[in-house]
């Protein structure tokens, strides 16, 4: 890691107290953490204080591992005090205001030392298998670091920037936001060389108001944009198409369908089910001064138009970077997806689309869309989508609608704003058989996960059958995975 004691020093402006035989401020640190379990010898332990831990208790356990220099708010007599850890014990440190600000002033240090091409991605949904897919086509050229599960805030950001080495020539990087202000301060440590937007949808309506307000926040990626930087959007989002000209860059759009505004664009789209899709990548290229169009054909491995949407998203990144098209074909194949995020999990009873990392109104679409592929018997458990302010009652009752209109057969809402849910969802189910169509499926409204996992416990099988494909979504505080540990043990037998 190309960073120094002296450096990290500057780039926070702390005060700096080197301790220790043959203490150095020339020299070059090994990696920077806040966990102290993760710390290497030679490395950074940054002490975090969050909501459980105080990260100063822990800094006389990771001097003892080798750790170079402890980042702190308290100097070592005041955490001797407030946390029995010696003062003696102690090497080199740097005092400052805030370690978490300084995390980011040394994530922003770092950055400007890499040669690494950053790939900065947000949008409202999707992100994250964006995010994959195009790491996954990158990496048939280059060396390729991608942010991990889901460490896309003001902490996972400096982190993933700071894991970035001399051998990685390309990063990607997701950037995720809930408020104004946040992707400024984001797009300042990661200063992208591609802007990835993926769309503009409805989430964090508390904080951001709008879909309007929305685009505002998620433009402020372009604040620290590189000056030779280039920008990836939509094409499809009615938001985004308009603009034509940031901060005198040129945006290059992907999308589906033969629009000629997209440089990428996904046609003849092919939907094999839960085995993915086939389609064909148009890519509009000019060589030459010639204008010139290439067809590919394409398989993505994972289900869903939207796959094909991320496939379309990684090409025109990929393109921007050198790519040939049967590095972008190959790299598309290899597509694969995280736990949480339309990751299929095929059991002997059924098969498992756990999609409950997270959930808004778009995400809980595509995800009723993509079960809606399934020639089996279509289970849809839903849980709340949180924060969405005003319109939440109306989006939850758009979800229901749409869960019953695609077909499945057993709908479970979970919580108390999907009550509204459960309500919508029976209403479309009355007009749906009044207007003659032979449709009877299973609505069910529990309080919260621990009522339903009573229930599947006593009647799993009848909710559940055999061959059975069970989506299961909902925002993650709505504690999801508790019921997916269960049907994962239930489905095995």
Known sequence: MNLTIAEIAQACGGRLVLRGEGADAGTCVKNVEIDSRKVQPGGVFIAVEGERVDGHRFISDVFAKGVLLAVTRKNPEQVETEHGCKAAGWGSYLLVEDPLQALKEIAEAYRKKLSAKIVGITGSVGKTSTKEAIAAVLAEKYCVLKTEGNLNNEIGVPLTLLSIREEHQAAVVEMGISDFGEMHRLS?????????????????????????????????????????????????????????????????????????????????????????????????????????????????????RHMVLNAAAAACVAELLGLTGEEIAAGIGKISTISGRNNLIQLPRYILIDDCYNANPASMKAAIELLSLADTERVAILGDMLNLGEESPMLHEEVGRQAIAAGADCLICVGEESRCMFRAAQRQKEEEAGSGKDINPKILHFDDRHELLKVLAAQGEELIPKGAAVLLKASHDMGFADILAYLREAGAH
């Open 188 to 304: 300042r440590m990661a200063r992208p060389d591609i802007c990835v937007i993926t769309n503009i949808g409805q989430s964090h309506l508390n904080n951001l108001i709008d879909r309007d307000g929305i685009l505002r926040a998620k433009s402020e990626i372009f604040d620290y944009m590189a000056p030779d930087g280039e920008i990836c959007l939509y094409g499809g989002d009615d938001k985004l198409n308009g603009l034509q000209e940031i901060k005198g860059h040129k945006p290059h759009f992907f999308g589906l369908g033969e629009n000629p505004e997209e440089e990428v664009a996904a046609v003849e789209i092919t939907e094999r089910g839960l085995l993915g899709s086939d389609a064909t990548l148009v890519i509009h290229r000019t060589e030459e001064g010639e204008e010139r169009s290439l067809r590919l054909p394409v398989h993505t491995p994972l289900p869903g």
